[in-house]
């Protein structure tokens, strides 16, 4: 059981319809009686749901990120992309970078860096995603990769009090299989000490479910979850949070 104030992230990907924010009054429902338990969750749909999604979640304890931006902190001809700043005026609070779905489509640290930037400019609190290959994992490699990616995504930014990262093995996203949990505290910890006294909020994502949130709650270094599939259920999402607390 812990007692600590937890972030549930709900990464809802290229799913989802008007239709589909129904679905969300039961959380809301849920938020609003769980008077005792401490969270924060952040819904983060395909951006044609970010504005009716704030407008519905506007006077509830939901917030709404978006999954992805341009870089370019401007307006400009940059056909089918959005900036931060447009993401920010629709109602979007957070924004989620470095997700390995985009990465493995050529996203670069030196990109998520410029991505960061312009997030933060526009007033958009981060959700950096890093994490090992399966293949980086085989050659004992965890360690390099996530102090690399730190260091490149995070390069020239002081203010990291608006950024919390999320710790996703790419290995564990979408296949069900997640990390021993002595290997998990392991990486939990290296991530926290990279950053010294200061460190942001970490959380872990990869194949979260009702089954093995009873044994990744109790990894007290973490501050929650980033969840993908079983978010875009509502009674499933309700039930990971529920089991974190008891
Ligand atoms: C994700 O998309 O970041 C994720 C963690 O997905 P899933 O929970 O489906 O593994």
């Not at 809802?12 to 589909?20: A, E, V």
């Not at 979260?208 to 999402?237: P, R």
Request: net charge positive; hydrophobic share 35%; charged share 25%.
């Amino acid at each position: 059981m812990t007692n600590k104030y937890m972030y549930f992230i709900a990464n809802w990907k290229m799913f989802g319809n008007l239709r589909t924010l129904n679905s969300l009054d039961s959380v809301i429902k849920f938020s609003n009686s769980s008077k005792k338990n401490k969270f924060k969750i952040i819904y983060c749909p395909p951006n044609t749901l970010i504005r009716p999604l704030s407008k519905r979640l506007k006077k509830t304890k939901l917030l709404v990120g978006a999954q992805n931006c341009h870089h370019n902190e401007n307006y400009g001809a940059f056909t089918g992309s959005v900036n931060a700043k447009m993401l920010k005026d629709v109602g979007a609070k957070y924004i989620i970078l470095g997700h390995s779905e985009n990465r493995q489509s050529g996203e670069t640290d030196k990109l998520i860096n410029l991505k960061i930037k312009s997030a933060i400019k526009a007033g958009l609190k981060i959700i950096l995603c890093i994490g090992e290959t399966l293949n980086e994992k085989r050659k004992n490699k965890t360690n390099q990769v996530l102090a690399k990616q730190i260091k490149n995504c995070l390069k020239s930014i002081n203010k990291k009090s608006d950024i919390v990262i999320a710790y996703e093995p790419v290995w564990s996203i979408g296949t069900g299989l997640i990390p021993k949990l002595d290997n998990l505290s392991k990486s939990i910890s290296f991530i926290k000490n990279k950053f010294g006294k200061k460190s942001p909020k970490i959380l872990y994502g990869g194949s979260v479910n009702g089954n093995n949130i009873a044994q990744l709650k109790d990894i007290n270094s973490l501050d929650g979850f980033l969840v993908g599939g079983a978010s875009q259920n509502s009674k499933k999402f309700i039930d990971i949070i529920k089991k974190t607390f008891n």
